[in-house]
């Protein structure tokens, strides 16, 4: 949460793509940004497989999630998700995951880890088609900061989705290039693939008082695959926002829908350039 009215770079991250490697490095991340833990795996297949036996079952996690989402997802993270993978347990990750976002679409902090959920659990399942639909969701949904992961994810899911075709890999990762270096530039991978819009459209049901930034309202657009009336929503709110971080919320959201309707990176990264020095102007 932030307190002054002023900011600075760090409060925006900016997203840009190294053409070498095809890793997607932020260049300045936001104040609360925790780096990724790196390492071995630290618990063995014996651990985990005890861990799974103490998972709830799927309708227990569902009250949880009734009763207190953030603790639930917290729960999730740290390793109900793990022990219901290990279980295989792949239609009650579906479930859960799509349940917690409904929840509370104004997470957006748990966006990438509940839909990174459902991808991995669907290439289980052999559905690489859904896969990918969820992996462009993930891209659109997603902070500038997990943008990697993010495209890492298309990524995988074009190549399970179209084994044949290493070309759409190929044209996809060199669209990306482009498209972080000037803004406009289509990603027409992303653009091709269609998602419907019934999961999650029309079923926005936080009142303003609680969705005062109208995060939420703008993350189930994003996941529908509306990133112009997501964009409007977030502009909206923007023009109203009372606060500095409620400023700081919303050029944030506008930047993800950017993302979203652009399928690539220069165009948001433009938009929050722009936000900083205008900043760094008063």
Request: glycine residues 4%; negative net charge.
């Amino acid at each position: 949460m932030f307190h002054s009215a002023s900011f600075n770079l760090t409060r925006f991250p900016f997203v840009c793509i190294l053409a070498v490697c095809f890793a997607i490095i932020i260049v300045s991340l936001p104040l609360d940004a925790s780096p990724a833990t790196e390492g071995a795996d630290s618990n063995p297949p014996s651990s985990r497989a005890a861990t799974s036996l103490l998972i709830p079952p799927t309708d227990q996690i569902l009250r949880e999630i009734d009763q207190n989402c953030h603790v639930a997802i917290t729960e999730l993270q740290a390793s109900w998700m793990e022990g219901l993978m290990d279980s295989h347990r792949y239609e009650d990750v579906l479930t859960i995951s799509d349940y917690a976002i409904l929840a509370e679409p104004l997470y957006t902090w748990s966006m990438p880890f509940l839909m990174s959920s459902r991808i991995k659990a669907e290439l289980q399942l052999g559905r690489p088609m859904d896969a990918l639909q969820d992996a462009k969701r993930l891209y659109n949904v997603a902070p500038m900061p997990e943008t990697n992961g993010a495209l890492l994810l298309l990524s995988q899911c074009l190549a399970a989705a179209y084994p044949n075709d290493p070309a759409i890999v190929e044209k996809f990762i060199k669209e990306q290039v482009e498209g972080s270096k000037t803004a406009g530039v289509p990603c027409t991978i992303l653009s091709e693939i269609k998602l419907d819009p019934s999961r999650y459209a029309g079923k926005y049901k936080l009142t303003p008082a609680v969705d005062s930034y109208r995060t939420g309202e703008g993350n189930l657009l994003l996941l529908s695959g509306a990133p112009d009336k997501a964009l409007e929503v977030f502009q909206a709110a923007s023009a109203s926002a009372k606060s500095a971080a409620g400023h700081h919320m919303n050029v944030n959201d506008i930047a993800r829908a950017m993302k979203a309707r652009d399928g690539t990176i220069a165009g948001a990264n433009g938009y929050l350039r722009a936000q900083s020095a205008a900043e760094a102007e008063k």
